[in-house]
């Protein structure tokens, strides 16, 4: 079958460092996707990774190992518009996504 | 641009009641989607087309329609709203850009069917 898993819910500190994992078993693999998404607002696209390795922009990077079935998105020096979701999504071999339930990420002073 | 436009935002309905959400994209995208988004769940595909006049199921189809006539705009239906159709609906669109298939999301309506 399909699956995403990711942690349902981190609190990190602001300034502070923090790592979301996914794991992901799909039916083929064309991509690892992130996106983010603000309570009551649409997700909005963050990185995409399809070979292995880090892909840094900016303040969020995201990595990849596809032997693994496993991506983490790294987030430096939090801010407090930081607080969100993070969805994980695997693109299959249909190039169709599968979605993680969402990692909600809050920051605190 | 205004990108990825959806209404209504907000609506409650009593089952058994029909209505239709709007989607519409001015980016020129071919593809377009229908996802709801449940809590705990990730978001799920209800209906995709890749062009216009074209259509297809996605994961959760049952219980909705959808149409294509125009490349801009993709039109989600419920004959007989049932509360299991109680969600946030995301319109999105999207092009391939470096192999990828990134998705541009609408703003979501919220439906409430009691």
């Known amino acids: 079958g399909q699956n995403i898993d990711q942690p349902t819910e981190m609190t990190a500190t602001e300034g502070a460092i923090v790592q979301i994992n996914c794991t992901y078993q799909?039916?083929?693999?064309?991509?690892l996707f992130w996106y983010q998404q603000h309570a009551g607002e649409a997700p909005t696209f963050l990185s995409y990774?399809?070979l292995d390795g880090l892909e840094e922009k900016g303040r969020f990077s995201s990595f990849l190992s596809r032997s693994k079935g496993y991506s983490y998105l790294l987030l430096k020096e939090l801010q407090m518009k930081d607080s969100a979701s993070y969805l994980c999504a695997s693109m299959d071999s249909n190039y169709q996504l599968i979605w993680g339930a969402g990692t909600k990420l809050i920051i605190k002073p | 641009n205004a990108g990825v436009t959806q209404t209504p935002k907000f609506r409650v309905l009593k089952t058994g009641q029909s209505m239709t959400l709007l989607c519409a994209q001015d980016?020129?995208?071919?593809?377009m989607y229908w996802y709801r988004q449940d809590p705990g769940m990730g978001l799920r595909l209800i209906h995709y087309?890749?062009?216009?006049?074209?259509?297809a199921k996605g994961e959760v189809p049952d219980g909705y329609n959808v149409s294509r006539l125009k490349k801009q705009n993709f039109l989600l239906g419920l004959e007989s709203a049932a509360p299991s159709q109680t969600s946030v609906y995301f319109c999105?669109?999207?092009?391939?850009?470096?192999?990828?298939?990134?998705?541009?999301f609408g703003a979501g309506s919220r439906l409430t069917v009691l």
């Open positions: 999105a669109s999207s092009v391939v850009w470096s192999g990828a298939n990134v998705l541009t």
């Open positions: 990774n399809v």
């Open positions: 799909t039916s083929g693999f064309n991509g």
């Open positions: 087309s890749v062009g216009e006049g074209t259509t």
């Open positions: 980016m020129n995208h071919e593809y």
